[in-house]
């Protein structure tokens, strides 16, 4: 059963793909309709494509954190949001920050979006950069 990620709306308390099946589908729809899918996911965040890609052009296609282009991160750019104004997967649209590359995105995530900590972080990797 561990081939099957849970799922507790269902009876089964388990999805009726494999994961190893569920990941093939959803690779398979990313490439024969990327536009679509992309539509889909920008839905969860209150974008439409129009405004991702305007997104894209306002940051020159760059991660707003760290400059990674688009073309040179495995994922591409994700949108960022606030979690502390939707916490849940979805956001009301208004909290979108930017795009970020998934490892600034990550980052920022681990460090709980805490400005205080991601500071006292910055000046960790300073102080040791110079010996301190």
């Not at 305007?54 to 991660?63: K, P, V």
């Not at 681990?110 to 991601?118: A, G, H, Q, R, Y």
């Amino acid at each position: 059963m561990s081939a099957f990620q849970a799922r507790p709306s269902r009876k089964s308390k388990l999805y009726s793909w494999c994961k190893d099946c569920s990941n093939e589908r959803r690779r398979f729809l990313c490439l024969s309709k990327p536009e679509q899918t992309k539509s889909t996911r920008l839905a969860k965040f209150g974008l439409t494509l129009t405004q991702y890609y305007l997104m894209l052009i306002d940051q020159s296609s760059c991660c707003k954190i760290c400059g990674a282009h688009k073309n040179n991160v495995f994922y591409g750019l994700v949108v960022d949001h606030d979690h502390s104004c939707c916490p849940k997967r979805q956001s009301c649209g208004k909290c979108v920050r930017g795009l970020l590359c998934s490892n600034c995105n990550t980052g920022i995530g681990i460090l709980k979006e805490n400005p205080e900590v991601l500071r006292k972080a910055a000046k960790y990797i300073e102080d040791s950069l110079h010996g301190r």
